[in-house]
Structure formats: C-alpha cells, structure tokens
C-alpha cells in the first residue's frame, strides 16, 4: 500500500467515523421539556400562545388553538450506508409511530427543499396521520410526492418567491392556508455546501416519479426556500405571531425577509454554517427576532432519540461557533432569547390580541 493511498483510505475512514458519530455535544445546554420565557412578561386576560415543538433536523410542529403547521418533518433517520446511497431509504414507520406527536389535525406541511432528511417522511405522515394537510414546496418537491396516490390533489407547488432587495412595492406573494388564520412568504434561498465546499444531491426533478426514490441520491434538493409564517390575529389580518424558518444555511442576502416586519422567533440553521458567509449573525442583525431557535443542530445519521445524553452534533459542524454568534446577537438585543432544543422539546410565545 503506497502512501497516498493509505492517506485517502485514512481520511474516508475519519469522515465515515464523523458521519456516525456526530461531534460531540459535551456541555452544549440543550433545552428539554418545555419552556416558556414570555409566560411572566406578557400578562392580559385573554392572551394567545404559539407552541413550536422541535422534531429533530430542521422538522417543527407549530400550534396556534386549532391552527397545526409542519416544517419539514422527519423522524426516519438513516445509518451512514444508506446516507451514502449505499443502501436502500424509506420511511420507519415504527419510529413515526413512537415519536412523532399527535398532527391528526394538522393543516399544512411546508417543505424548505427536497432532501431527504426534510422530505423522506413527508409522504408517509401526509398519508396516515396528517391526512387533512396541504403540502407546500418546489416543484421538485411535488414530482417526488406525486409517486404517492394519497397526495394526488394534496400537493401545492410554490410557483414565486419574494426575494431580498425587491423594492417595497413589489407584490408579496403570500400563500394563505385555508380554512385556518395563517400564511406565508416563500422566500428565495439557497442550501449550503455540505462539507469542504461540496454539495451532494443537487438538481431538480422535471417530471412526476411513479415511484419513491430508493436511495438517498435520489432525493435532490430542488430550490430551495425559506419562510416567513404569520399567525393571525383572530378578526384582522394583523400577525400575532410571526416567525422566520430556514432549513437550510445560505449566504447573505438569501433567505432574509422583507426588511421592518416583526419577528417574534427566527428558527436557523446550525448544519454546514461555516460553509457560507456571515451565518447566523448577519442574518439576526437583519431580521431582529425575540427568540432564536437552533434547529438542525443534531446527528440525523445516528438513531432517532429523544435523550440529550445521547445526543450528538451534525456531523461536520461548529455548534459552538454558531451558538456564539448568536450570544452576541442577543447580547445587543433587550429581551431576547435562545434555545438549542433536544427534538420532543416545545417553546411557547404568548401574545395578546
């Protein structure tokens, strides 16, 4: 064996041992349960609350009384093979079936891009426990989820996208959910390169599959979107809440909303933000959210849990680095607050009307 070869075999056995194991998350404060820092501040007798609920890689359920949103959600975590394209992916229904909470009411699922770890479950919770709900994504997104026959009818492809630096007159194309008190601004955006520069499982679908890709290259990303979700108040169109989702790290200015709209909480991105420019801080100093949530921060290749201690980090990534930019952010900002949620954990944000 010569040396470089030896040097290459070396290095594809630390990146596979990375991939499986994740970094280590040791002394990271990751929040369990839940968690409630407007409960003391905001007092009225007929107050409202929004519960966010972290699933695990980039995935959330939001509750607003009988209004139930998703984003992107995923339980079904693969080994390193099947990550790999080296073995065969499709959903787990035993872990849906234990750890996905009750959505049998949910309204929408909104869908950033098309990667599996954002869009492999989707069908699957669409067809058996979210049977109600819309799906919202790219086109990319609804030619893969047109090989599953219970979502004919079910999938809505997001056709524009308000993009930063528009001028303030331009249109926003808000898509109103029906039958509840919510929308959303789908927002140009991009996905950070994996690792070392390098981006896996790029391209858009052009056509509807007959069948659920088999392996992960399948699952290309698609465009790539961010949102602005607002959740309304019960008699008018102004926002009770309004958060901002990104499931998926990008450069400046991708991604941002529409400059002097209220955030209430931002849900970032902590996988590959070393891999762009400026990422979380630029984009918090722009958005100027209360709460920032650290979504996507756990090893999605490692069995599903719920446990903190058995958690672990994204492979590849600096949860520190990102969790220091935003204790500067917050440091600026009066009021506000972070949290690193372990996936089960619930944030609530209370307004009043």
Request: proline fraction near 8%.
């Amino acid at each position: 064996m010569n040396t470089t070869t030896s040097k290459k075999q070396m290095l594809l056995l630390t990146s596979l041992l990375v991939f499986v194991t994740g970094c280590s998350i040791g002394g990271l404060p990751v929040s369990v349960g839940s968690s409630c820092p407007d409960c003391e501040t905001i007092i009225c007798p007929d107050r409202e609350t929004l519960s966010i609920e972290y699933l695990g890689s980039g995935g959330y359920v939001l509750r607003r009384g009988q209004d139930v949103v998703l984003l992107g959600p995923f339980i079904s975590n693969p080994g390193v093979l099947t990550a790999l394209s080296l073995k065969r992916i499709e959903p787990k229904a035993d872990a849906l079936e234990r750890w996905l909470p009750d959505v049998s009411t949910a309204d929408a699922i909104i869908v950033g891009h098309a990667h599996y770890d954002h869009l492999l479950d989707v069908g699957w919770i669409a067809e058996h426990r979210a049977r109600q709900a819309m799906v919202y994504g790219s086109r990319t997104v609804a030619h893969l989820l047109a090989a599953v026959p219970a979502l004919e009818h079910r999938v809505t492809v997001i056709g524009s996208e308000y993009s930063a630096g528009d001028s303030a007159s331009t249109a926003k194309p808000w898509i109103h959910i029906p039958a509840t008190r919510v929308r959303f601004l789908p927002i140009k955006s991009e996905h950070a390169p994996h690792f070392a520069g390098i981006k896996f499982m790029t391209g858009v679908l052009d056509e509807d599959l007959d069948r659920l890709p088999r392996r992960a290259n399948g699952w290309v990303e698609g465009r790539t979107l961010a949102f602005l979700i607002e959740f309304l108040h019960p008699t008018d169109d102004r926002a009770l809440f309004s958060l901002h989702y990104q499931d998926a790290a990008s450069n400046p200015p991708l991604g941002y909303p529409p400059p002097g709209i209220r955030v209430d909480a931002t849900l970032v991105c902590v996988a590959s933000h070393r891999q762009v420019s400026g990422y979380p801080s630029v984009l918090l100093e722009r958005v100027r959210p209360r709460h920032v949530v650290l979504g996507h921060w756990e090893n999605f290749l490692a069995p599903y849990t719920q446990d903190p201690d058995k958690l672990r980090g994204v492979p590849f990534s600096d949860p520190w680095d990102f969790i220091d930019q935003v204790e500067q952010y917050v440091a600026t900002r009066q009021g506000s607050q972070w949290v690193l949620p372990a996936p089960g954990s619930e944030l609530l944000l209370v307004a009043c009307p």
